[in-house]
């Protein structure tokens, strides 16, 4: 198993935010199923203020590139991207394009 922690920010606006939020209590069948089928096991999304934070448990053999590829195929999936695209904004230095954008983890405590 491996994990990796994303980061995102949403657009300044209170009403957009609430929106963003009640989408993801309900998100759509098709998107989960998406989700798990590419090797994604857990996932969790944190928000301070407008940033997002995203904690991803996954397969070993998982593969942005095939998750993306797969996303690409899927019209549901891309369905909700282009909602999302609604209340988010990429960071800075995120791809052309990109959305998340993939931290470097700085610290792990395992043992005193």
């Known amino acids: ?10 657009k300044n606006d209170p009403e ?7 989408h993801h209590k309900a998100v759509w069948p098709e998107v989960k199923r998406s989700i798990k089928e590419t090797g994604i096991v857990e996932m969790e999304i944190y928000r301070h203020g407008t940033r997002l934070f995203m904690i991803m448990e996954v397969h070993d053999d998982f593969s942005f590139e095939t998750k993306q590829q797969s996303d690409k195929d899927n019209r549901k ?15 800075p ?4 394009g ?8 700085i610290f792990e405590l395992t043992e005193f």
Do not use: S
């Open 1 to 10: 198993m491996k994990r990796y922690c994303l980061t995102l920010d949403l």
């Open 16 to 22: 957009l935010i609430r929106e963003y939020e009640e």
């Open 77 to 91: 999936v891309q369905e909700w991207e282009e909602l999302m695209w609604k209340y988010q904004q990429p960071l």
């Open 93 to 96: 230095d995120a791809a052309t």
């Open 98 to 105: 990109g959305k998340w954008v993939l931290m470097n983890k």
